[in-house]
C-alpha cells in the first residue's frame, strides 16, 4: 500500500515517521506546499521539536518515509491520502464563536480532484467541524473523473504536543469515522489495518463519519473545561485559604472523576484547545443551540481571566507598578518539551507587563528568539513593535535571564526550571526578591527559605 499525507507540521511529521516505523511494508510519502519546511524534514534539524521524533524520522527516512514537495506524484501514486493540513480560525463572525476556516482542506480536496486517476481513500487527518466530509465529497465528486472511486474517513489526531511519539505509539484509543455503506467499511477496514500493525484491535473505534468528527471537537473541549473548571476553584483557593493541590488531589481520587488534567496553571494555551472550543461554539449557534455555545464560552473566558488575573497578581505584588522594573519570564512555548507557542499564555503575562512599561528578560529552551519576538510584535498587540523590541532581551541561559531582575515568572513547566540553582538565582535579584510560579513546579518551601516572595495559583500569599 501507497500513503500519502498532504500537511507536514506537527500532527502530519510525527503521525508519518510513527506510522513508517510501524508499517515496513507502506511506503509513506509527506508533502507540503512550503519547500522550506519539507527541507527541515530532509536535514539534521527537523522543522518541530518533539522527544524522540529525531530518532524515529533517522530510521525511516528515505527507507519507506519519504518528505517531498511534489504533491502530484504523491497524490497519484498513493492509494490512501490523509489530508492534514492547518484548520486555523476565521477572524469574522458575528457571535462569539469563530468557523474553522476550511481554505486549506478545501485547497487539498481541489488538488486530489484534479490529480487522481485512480481510486483513492481519502482521510481526515486534521480537526474540522462536524459534517466537513460532505464538503469534501462535494468537490471529490463534482470534479469526480469516470471509473474513479472515492471514499472519505474520519480519523481525527488525539497527540499532544511535547508527547507526541508516545502518543501515537501508545493511543489510548484510533478513531475511524466512515460511512455505512459496504464500499465505507471497506475503506474503514483498510485504514484499521494499517494502524493494526501497532495497535491491539481492540482500541480501534470505528464510527459513522459525522460522530467521529465531532468527537474531536468534544475530546478537545473536555480537556479544555478540566483546566478551567479547576483554574476557576484556584481563584477560590487563593481567596479562602484553601489549596488547590490538595483540592484537586481529594477531588481527582474519586474514580468517577480521575486525577489526570486537574493541574491548575496560568491558563491553557496552544493551537487547539482555543480554536476548537470556538468552532465548537461556531457550529452550535449556526444549529440554533445558544445555550449550548454560552456553555462551551465559558471554558475559554475561565481561561481569559486565569490569564489575566495572574498578570494582574505580578504587577500588584510588585507594589502596583512595573514600569521601568525587570522581569524574568522563564518559559514561553505553551507547554514543556515544544517549541511551539501558539496561544501560549506567556504571551498574554508579556504583553500585560509591557503595557504597564516593564522591561522583559526571556528564556526558553526551545522557542527560537526571533518567534518570541514575532509574538510579542503581533498586530494584535497594543504596544508597538519597536517599543516591544526595545524592552525585551531574550536570553540564551536563565541565570543570564534573572540577573537583576525584580521578578521571575515561571509561565512554562520546563524540567530543567525545578533543577535550577535558586540560591544563586537569589542572590543576583533585585531583593525583595520575587517568585511566580505560574505552573506550580517550584518546591515553594525551599524558596521561601531562601528568601524569595513567592506566589502561586491556587495558594493564598502568606507572607
Ligand atoms: P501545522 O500548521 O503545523 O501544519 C500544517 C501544514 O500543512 C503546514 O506545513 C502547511 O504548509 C501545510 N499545508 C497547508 N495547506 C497545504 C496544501 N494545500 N498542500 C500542501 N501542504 C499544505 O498544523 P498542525 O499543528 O500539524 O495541525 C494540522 C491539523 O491537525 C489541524 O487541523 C489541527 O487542528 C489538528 N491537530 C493538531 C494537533 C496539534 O497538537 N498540533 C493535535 C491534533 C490535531
Not at 69 to 85: G, H, N, Q, R
Not at 106 to 124: D, H
Not at 221 to 245: K, M, P, Y
Not at 291 to 309: G, L, P, S, T
Request: charged share 25%.
Amino acid at each position: 500500500m501507497k500513503v500519502c499525507c498532504i500537511g507536514a507540521g506537527y500532527v502530519g511529521g510525527p503521525t508519518c515517521a510513527v506510522m513508517a516505523l510501524k508499517c515496513p511494508d507502506i511506503v509513506i510519502t509527506l508533502v507540503d506546499k512550503s519547500s522550506e519546511r519539507i527541507a527541515q524534514w530532509n536535514s539534521d534539524k527537523l522543522p518541530i521539536y518533539e522527544p524522540g521524533l529525531d530518532e524515529v524520522v533517522k530510521k525511516c527516512r528515505n527507507v519507506n518515509l519519504f518528505f517531498s514537495t511534489d504533491i502530484e506524484t504523491a497524490i497519484k501514486e498513493a492509494d490512501l491520502i490523509f489530508i492534514s493540513v492547518n484548520t486555523p480560525t476565521k477572524t469574522c463572525g458575528n457571535g462569539k464563536g469563530r468557523a474553522a476556516d476550511l481554505k486549506y482542506v478545501e485547497s487539498a480536496a481541489r488538488m486530489i480532484a484534479e490529480i487522481a486517476q485512480s481510486n483513492k481513500i481519502v482521510v481526515e487527518k486534521s480537526t474540522v467541524p462536524v459534517r466537513a466530509a460532505e464538503s469534501i465529497m462535494h468537490i471529490l465528486r463534482a470534479n469526480q473523473k469516470p471509473g474513479i472511486h472515492y471514499d472519505i474517513l474520519s480519523n481525527p489526531e488525539f497527540l499532544a504536543e511535547g508527547t507526541a511519539i508516545n502518543d501515537l505509539l501508545n493511543a489510548d484509543r484510533v478513531l475511524i469515522g466512515g460511512e455505512e455503506t459496504t464500499e465505507g467499511h471497506e475503506a474503514v477496514a483498510k485504514l484499521s489495518w494499517i494502524y493494526e500493525h501497532w495497535i491491539p484491535k481492540q482500541n480501534i473505534l470505528t464510527t459513522n463519519t459525522w460522530s467521529s468528527e465531532l468527537s474531536k471537537l468534544a475530546a478537545n473541549a473536555f480537556l479544555a473545561q478540566r483546566i478551567s473548571s479547576i483554574n476557576s476553584l484556584s481563584a477560590v483557593c487563593e481567596a479562602t485559604g484553601a489549596d488547590v493541590s490538595e483540592v484537586a488531589r481529594a477531588v481527582g481520587l474519586d474514580s468517577r472523576i480521575g486525577s489526570k488534567f486537574l493541574q491548575a496553571s496560568v491558563g491553557f494555551g496552544g493551537s487547539c484547545f482555543q480554536k476548537d472550543i470556538l468552532n465548537l461554539i461556531y457550529i452550535c449557534e449556526n444549529l440554533n443551540l445558544p445555550e449550548v455555545a454560552a456553555y462551551w464560552q465559558q471554558v475559554i473566558d475561565m481561561n481569559d481571566y486565569q490569564k489575566r488575573r495572574f498578570s494582574q497578581k505580578i504587577i500588584e505584588s510588585l507594589f502596583n507598578t512595573v514600569s521601568d522594573k525587570r522581569i524574568a519570564i522563564l518559559g514561553f512555548a505553551f507547554k514543556k518539551n515544544t517549541g511551539d507557542t501558539r496561544e501560549t499564555a506567556a504571551i498574554t503575562v508579556c504583553q500585560t507587563l509591557l503595557e504597564e512599561g516593564a522591561k522583559l528578560d526571556i528564556y526558553d529552551p526551545k522557542v527560537e528568539p526571533e518567534q518570541i519576538i514575532d509574538d510579542l510584535t503581533h498586530p494584535s498587540v497594543t504596544e508597538s513593535p519597536e517599543n516591544v523590541k526595545k524592552a525585551v532581551q531574550i536570553h540564551s541561559d536563565p541565570y543570564s535571564a534573572v540577573r537583576a531582575t525584580h521578578a521571575l515568572v515561571i509561565c512554562t513547566e520546563w524540567d530543567e526550571f525545578v533543577d535550577l540553582d535558586f540560591q544563586r538565582i537569589y542572590q543576583s535579584m533585585m531583593k525583595p526578591a520575587y517568585i511566580f510560579d505560574g505552573r506550580k513546579i517550584l518546591d515553594h518551601e525551599r524558596l521561601h527559605q531562601i528568601g524569595f516572595h513567592v506566589q502561586t495559583i491556587g495558594k493564598k500569599y502568606q507572607r
